[in-house]
């Protein structure tokens, strides 16, 4: 089953907390999406169905192998084309917001071909 953008949007914000700060609970992600902890714990709990995450003993939210996959991706996108938008001109904040939504719907052709012509 194809992973929809919000799931996508959640399992990097969950790296990127994790990378950050080591253990991460609902709430940081939460905070950190500006979203209603009802929301994610919705979120956190199809995710988990789907085998993107898993709660270790204390509650912390981990990435399994197939989680951590597309949330890498995602990330890998995102500073890419933030990257290549500041690059030509794109204020840092709108490029990082562009990034955001471009990153889930370009195609890896595409994206693999900006990512080979910035090297």
């Known amino acids: 089953m194809k992973i929809q953008e919000s799931g996508e949007m ?3 914000s969950v790296l ?4 950050k ?16 902890k009802p929301s994610v714990s919705r979120a956190m709990s ?3 169905a789907e085998n993107y995450i898993k709660f270790d003993k204390n509650g912390y939210i981990l ?7 597309i949330a890498e991706k995602i990330y ?5 084309l933030t990257e290549l938008l500041k690059e030509i ?18 195609s890896d052709e595409t994206f693999n071909a900006i990512k080979n012509k910035m090297k």
Do not use: F, Q, W
Request: net charge negative; proline share 2%.
């Open 89 to 106: 001109g794109v204020s840092p904040e709108t490029a990082a917001d562009d990034a955001c939504r471009i990153e889930h719907v370009i």
């Open 21 to 36: 700060k080591g253990a991460v609970r609902s709430i940081d992600v939460a905070e950190y999406m500006n979203y209603s």
């Open 46 to 48: 199809i995710l988990r």
């Open 63 to 69: 990435l399994t192998d197939k989680g951590r996959c």
């Open 76 to 80: 890998e996108r995102h500073t890419v």
């Open 10 to 12: 959640y399992l990097e």
């Open 16 to 19: 990127v907390l994790s990378e």
